[in-house]
């Protein structure tokens, strides 16, 4: 078991930043590639981003591509998700994912541990 807990969410202006947290506990989390997805409501939850088990790979979704980036300290078992330039349309749930695939995966069904997710909401 993977236990997974996201911190830092918030709520911020139009063009303001945040970083998320994600502090994971249980099986060694190095191992785990690592995924960023958001729900907002009435809606799917979506891909965000996600990275390798190393730190050495990320991708992103389009929405998001060049002003979020994803990092993770695996001395800290902790993963982020810095937000830059954030916009209304960013205002969502956001919830980390751990998944047996070591590079991580766009695809929600590939996730075998999620956290219980932390509220952002970007005013306009």
């Known amino acids: 078991q993977v236990q997974l807990v996201e911190s830092g969410g918030g709520l911020v202006q139009t063009g303001g930043s945040l970083r998320l947290s994600c502090a994971a506990s249980?099986?060694?989390?190095?191992?785990?590639?690592m995924g960023w997805f958001r729900q907002a409501p009435g809606k799917e939850r979506e891909f965000v981003g996600a990275?390798?088990?190393?730190?050495?790979?990320?991708y992103y979704s389009d929405s998001v591509k060049g002003r979020f980036t994803i990092s993770r300290d695996n001395a800290k078992n902790t993963v982020y998700l810095q937000m830059n330039s954030l916009q209304p349309e960013d205002t969502a749930d956001y919830y980390c994912?751990?998944?047996?695939?070591?590079?991580?995966?766009?695809?929600?069904?590939?996730?075998?541990?999620w956290g219980q997710g932390t509220q952002v909401t970007v005013s306009s």
């Open positions: 990275i390798n088990w190393t730190g050495v790979s990320t």
């Open positions: 994912a751990a998944s047996s695939y070591q590079y991580g995966s766009s695809n929600r069904d590939a996730y075998d541990y």
């Open positions: 249980g099986r060694t989390f190095s191992n785990y590639g």
